[in-house]
């Protein structure tokens, strides 16, 4: 085999492309993203890997049998709505290139295979790392099964369709048990190693992130005949809430947060609204801060509010608290690689769930605009070369320590 | 018959409410808004009028002739999305009364007829006052019919599936020709007549008012990896955008800017959005003055973009000097009317439109609450019968004169 990196990926270049939003977009059980798991499937038959699905829809592809304390590399082949090239196909072509060098070099030693998991971006059902958190536990399997796409579909049809049992989504110990310790490698989702001039870091933490919405009232009105000085307008209340969350973000190192969303009540260009919603999207690696930060905004955002004659009301959607990788595998990474810096992730991923139960690791490689989630995602071939042989030099040292 | 406006608003109290904004929500075309039509060619009917529909959707329901030089009143029947009981009704329903009124009075004279004219708020197509722009030949006919409502459907499409010709909508100067006064009563928006204490007002004027979209594009990336230092967030400079327009607005007596709509691009709550429109709504009575305002506020929008790493572009989508309605018009309402005031409107009007061809008037009732566009939105039954008794007075006047 002389597979590389780049010339897998140029495989699917064209698979799912959007051309209204750029990029790419490959929910999951898409037709893109069915094409990309034939791709992968192909490639892994081809390399005589033993491939199964599991029931909750994970791709394994073993070699030199199936576990017990298999090292475990894997990512994802979905996508976010006009997503980059990258984030999940990366670690998937990376991995099959790093098999390739430890069946050149001829490494024996623990089992190992390569996993790709379902729906990591929660784009079509909206439960990120659905997959892992199935496998796990970490997901209802009744909650999974009753979740719905936009178009009202529930999971549960969507697995019947794809020759999935739904009646058997849900915790496999037998197959967690398998792994004896899981690697990830990714696109670095920020502008790390571009600053640090490094090609490949070790992952050391995801950062606690959560969402909060807050619904600023106020007094909805004709936007002609209602004088600036009567108004109680909660869109003015909800931009300078937005204008502090940056200044409070940027007081507090490491600290990012987002209004990506914001929907005003009734929504009309010639009314005042009487209410608006915004999402605040905030991550920190210090869970206390987190809450400083959260808790910070809240009050000076009742504060502005209170000065246009609104009220705010904040309401916690999801919390999640930062994952630290395991220290001693962070460790034998390092050794292996030892120009690379460890970095921590503000984005979640399989990993971050898989954590909670086995040693588990992540690699990052170099993103030169540093954009995720978007068409402008990038990585540079010789980074991506250089990445699939990092990851093949810590399976090695895993499958033979 | 003895129906009052109180009444004849009781028999569609029920119809098109919004559960989730309260009030209304009775969009051009909609189910909503059908059943009012129907509602209203009904009591026409009732009353033998002779009803048609014209080629841009509006409805007129004549009595003694179809023209020429009719004496003509009307409103509308579509609302804001979550809009008031009034706003447009309550004109349609003081019509019916009027009309009665002169029959009991034996009141013949010149031609007269109500009309109901389509999408005066503009709230599905982007445009107001549509069917009187149409009608006048103030909008493009090609313009109109490619505008596009929410769902990406074409006004020539709805246009046909409620059986109007697309390729006739447009200047229809023989139904124009007809009218020879118009005379809109509408719910008063603002708190004028409560302040003067009077049940109704006489129009003088609408103040000049426009719309703008200011689309201001920054980088998508992912909310949990991207620095804080390293955003171009398109929502941080439309906040600060909300907030300066404000700002400008208070500095300029008279001036009413308001910002009610905004849409993130792609609108994820864990996505930098690339791109966030928003739309201004301005309003001054000196028509140079809301120039200024608006210039004032581009290059302002512009310069704190840029700080951000974003760009603006400011497209204008309508704009409408101030009228002043008909002075000699004005003189016989008010002899007619000694007790009300003369008020002018910052809302905009079909009669607004009609101005610029035929003579053309307003009367207001009083709203005790003053908000319009908003559930609150509110007439007492005394004041309706008030303002029904004093448009049947002007019509009289004017039928006979």
Redesign the interface.
């Known amino acids: 085999m002389t597979d590389t990196v780049s010339s897998l990926l140029a495989e699917i270049a064209d698979i799912g492309r959007d051309p209204a939003?750029g990029g790419y977009t490959r929910p999951v059980h898409s037709d893109a993203e069915h094409i990309l798991r034939e791709w992968f499937v192909g490639h892994a038959t081809a390399r005589g890997l033993d491939v199964e699905r599991d029931r909750n829809g994970i791709i394994w592809a073993w070699a030199g049998g199936v576990g017990p304390d298999a090292v475990v590399t894997g990512s994802h082949l979905d996508s976010?709505?006009?997503g980059g090239a990258y984030d999940g196909p990366l670690g998937i072509a990376s991995a099959l290139v790093a098999f390739d060098q430890l069946v050149a070099r001829g490494v024996g030693g623990r089992p190992r295979a390569i996993a790709v998991f379902p729906e990591e971006e929660g784009s079509r059902f909206g439960v990120a790392c659905l997959g892992s958190r199935l496998l796990t536990g970490a997901l209802d399997p009744d909650r999974a099964r009753s979740l719905v796409d936009s178009e009202g579909t529930t999971l549960a049809e969507v697995a019947s369709r794809n020759g999935l049992d739904p009646r058997h989504l849900g915790p496999d110990p037998e197959t967690l048990g398998r792994i004896g310790t899981f690697l990830e490698l990714h696109v670095?989702?920020?502008?790390g190693l571009v600053d640090l001039g490094e090609p490949v870091a070790v992952g050391s933490s995801i950062?606690g992130?959560g969402?909060w919405r807050f619904s600023i009232s106020g007094?909805?009105?004709?936007?002609?005949?209602?004088?600036?000085?009567?108004r109680r307008?909660p869109?003015?209340a909800?931009?300078?809430?937005?204008?502090l969350v940056?200044t409070v973000?940027?007081s507090i190192p490491d600290?990012?947060?987002?209004?990506?969303?914001?929907v005003?009540?009734?929504?009309?260009?010639?009314?005042?609204?009487?209410r608006v919603d915004l999402?605040l999207?905030l991550?920190h690696p210090e869970d206390a801060l987190t809450r400083y930060l959260v808790d910070e905004i809240a009050s000076r955002a009742a504060a502005v509010a209170a000065e246009e004659g609104c009220t705010v009301e904040v309401t916690e959607e999801s919390y999640s608290p930062t994952v630290d990788f395991d220290a001693r595998l962070q460790d034998q990474l390092c050794a292996v690689l030892p120009q690379a810096p460890r970095l921590s992730?503000?984005?979640?991923h399989d990993a971050g769930v898989l954590k909670q139960h086995v040693p588990t690791g992540m690699l990052f490689v170099r993103n030169p605009t540093?954009?995720?989630?978007?068409p402008?995602e990038q990585v540079e071939d010789a980074d991506a070369e250089a990445g699939a042989l990092a990851l093949a030099a810590c399976l090695e040292m895993l499958a033979t320590a």
Chains 1, 2 share one sequence.
């Open positions: 939003r976010v709505p006009g670095e989702q920020g502008r950062l992130h969402r007094e909805g009105n004709h936007a002609g005949t209602t004088l600036m000085g009567d307008d869109m003015v909800a931009a300078q809430t937005i204008v940056k973000a940027r600290a990012r947060a987002t209004v990506g969303r914001l005003p009540v009734p929504g009309g260009t010639n009314v005042i609204a009487s999402w999207d991550r992730t503000g984005a979640g540093g954009v995720s989630h978007a402008s």
